[in-house]
């Protein structure tokens, strides 16, 4: 949880996407207990080394125009020093001139390189599922 994302969203005077790139720094990431808090961060994350995970949208696929309600667009992921293609599913609306919506997408840990916690029988998931909300507004 946490992990306030910060980016930039391009959109074209027909509010299309013509680009974006989200970062969230890793720092922010809670889990509701601070011992694991910093076992993920420092042992895990490695967030000394790797502090923010970044993604990259891809629209050269989008149809023109405006964009549909739901979705799906290529990006790359950047985690733990390692860049991977993730497939975003999003749900979109235009607002006068903001773009608002949702996004998901699933990783698997052990594909970015970070280590899966084991600790007294317990093992954390080695899938992660990643949501967020945004609000694009012109400047």
């Given at each position: 949880?946490?992990?306030?994302?910060?980016?930039?969203?391009?959109?074209?005077?027909?509010?299309?996407?013509?680009?974006?790139?989200?970062?969230?720094?890793?720092?922010?990431?809670?889990?509701?207990?601070?011992?694991?808090?910093?076992?993920?961060?420092?042992?895990y994350l490695e967030i000394g080394k790797y502090p923010e995970a970044v993604l990259?949208?891809?629209?050269s696929a989008l149809p023109s125009g405006k964009l549909p309600e739901d979705l799906?667009?290529?990006?790359?992921?950047?985690?733990?020093?390692?860049?991977?293609?993730?497939?975003?599913?999003?749900?979109?609306?235009?607002?006068?001139?903001?773009?608002?919506?949702?996004?998901?997408?699933?990783?698997?840990?052990?594909?970015?390189?970070?280590?899966?916690?084991?600790?007294?029988?317990?093992?954390?998931?080695?899938?992660?599922q990643v949501q967020c909300t945004f609000r694009a507004v012109k400047q």
């Amino acid at each position: 949880e946490g992990g306030r994302p910060t980016g930039t969203v391009v959109l074209d005077g027909t509010a299309r996407l013509v680009g974006a790139t989200v970062k969230v720094k890793l720092d922010d990431l809670t889990t509701g207990i601070a011992l694991r808090d910093e076992h993920m961060k420092t042992k895990y994350l490695e967030i000394g080394k790797y502090p923010e995970a970044v993604l990259v949208l891809d629209p050269s696929a989008l149809p023109s125009g405006k964009l549909p309600e739901d979705l799906t667009i290529s990006g790359k992921l950047t985690l733990h020093g390692v860049t991977k293609p993730v497939s975003v599913d999003f749900s979109l609306k235009t607002q006068g001139s903001a773009l608002t919506g949702d996004g998901r997408f699933t990783i698997d840990l052990d594909d970015f390189g970070v280590a899966i916690p084991k600790y007294m029988g317990v093992t954390v998931a080695e899938t992660v599922q990643v949501q967020c909300t945004f609000r694009a507004v012109k400047q």
